[in-house]
């Protein structure tokens, strides 16, 4: 165990739907981070947030949201899913941002179907 | 982010040592050196990371040139839990996100 808790660990729902992945980052960490692995495409970093305001943006479709809230907790959402969306959502964190900050701890993913 | 150049992949005999080579010959003098691993499916593992000076911990060592235009994790006694990807990034100075390139995909066999 990590100590980052994603759930929900599997999901499989239709497209067009909205569903919502959950991250609690390990005790004490602010910064939380989520990423996106398909299997064509590895590893894609989508958003991160730092003590509940967004921190720096990588390749999120406008589609996709996030949040970070007071208890540290974030949320992805992901709407109007496509087959595309179809991917393990992996979530890590770490204690605070900047420099010196890239020992992540990364949790067990969401794998996210859309049929 | 620097860019990073691994082999694709690297069998290594269970037992013996791994040693996984990466490229990063556009590294500026304040980035560091981070080595990550992700077994089949599972969240990535952070291994060790480094600037210029070689690093030991507990899962592996960094090897870094003295130009630090390249550098070799070594896996002193692989098992066969050690195959993975093993991924090599330099981040960015300025930024605050981790960026995975394809690494170097490790098979160790009995």
């Known amino acids: 165990d990590s100590g980052v808790t994603q759930t929900p660990k599997h999901l499989i729902t239709a497209t067009g739907q909205r569903v919502t992945l959950r991250c609690s980052p390990r005790?004490?960490?602010?910064?939380v981070y989520w990423y996106q692995q398909s299997l064509d495409q590895g590893l894609q970093f989508l958003i991160q947030?730092?003590?509940?305001?967004?921190?720096a943006k990588g390749n999120i479709l406008e589609r996709f949201s996030a949040q970070q809230f007071p208890d540290l907790h974030s949320e992805l959402n992901l709407s109007s899913l496509e087959l595309g969306d179809s991917a393990l959502y992996f979530c890590a964190s770490s204690p605070r941002t900047g420099r010196f900050n890239y020992g992540y701890t990364f949790g067990s993913g969401t794998r996210l179907t859309v049929v | 982010d620097a860019k990073t150049t691994q082999p694709t992949s690297m069998d290594c005999a269970e037992g013996r040592a791994a040693n996984l080579p990466c490229n990063h010959s556009t590294i500026s003098g304040n980035e560091y050196v981070y080595w990550y691993r992700q077994i089949h499916s599972q969240g990535p593992q952070y291994i060790i990371h480094?600037?210029?000076n070689n690093e030991t911990n507990e899962m592996a060592s960094l090897i870094i040139t003295e130009d630090r235009k390249s550098s070799t994790l070594i896996l002193p006694h692989a098992t066969l839990r050690d195959t993975a990807v093993y991924y090599c990034i330099v981040p960015s100075y300025n930024t605050d996100k981790l960026i995975f390139g394809t690494g170097t995909r490790l098979q160790v066999f009995p």
């Open positions: 947030y730092y003590n509940g305001e967004e921190r």
């Open positions: 005790s004490g960490d602010l910064s």
């Open positions: 480094g600037l210029k």
